[in-house]
């Protein structure tokens, strides 16, 4: 019976794992990014230059540098199911919006061939995780 009640434990830890992964939560997003923390545009080539600057809540006083996400943008006449990864380099001071990614990162979540369409949108809402 113990060793029931451990299996079954287990898979609740693991099913709320894979819910809390699968959580999405909506937002805006803007681009133009031109380096972080100190290393300006050395930082562009960090991550491949999948770069994002996040509001100060997320951001934690420098304790979520570092910290990855998968953004989707939600103009579906522009943008791909699939979005793109990010790693957070920066605070965002945007007020606007609670991403600035980096214009690479920023085309990365278009359709083939709508990447200069996207830059056009300046921001956009998005969904994020």
Do not use: E
Not at 59 to 76: M, V
Not at 78 to 94: A, E, H, I, Q, W
Not at 100 to 116: Q, T
Request: hydrophobic share 40%; net charge positive.
């Amino acid at each position: 019976m113990v060793a029931f009640s451990h299996f079954i434990f287990i898979i609740l830890i693991i099913a709320y794992a894979l819910a809390y992964n699968r959580y999405v939560h909506q937002s805006k997003a803007a681009y133009y990014y031109a380096g972080a923390c100190g290393y300006g545009s050395l930082a562009l080539n960090f991550n491949g230059g999948f770069l994002a600057a996040r509001v100060s809540s997320c951001f934690k006083d420098g304790a979520g540098y570092g910290a990855c996400f998968q953004i989707w943008c939600k103009n579906s006449d522009l943008c791909s199911k699939s979005g793109t990864k990010v790693m957070l380099m920066d605070l965002n001071t945007n007020t606007d919006t609670d991403f600035v990614l980096s214009n690479k990162a920023f085309k990365d979540m278009a359709k083939r061939g709508k990447d200069r369409d996207i830059l056009k949108l300046v921001t956009t809402d998005m969904d994020y995780k």
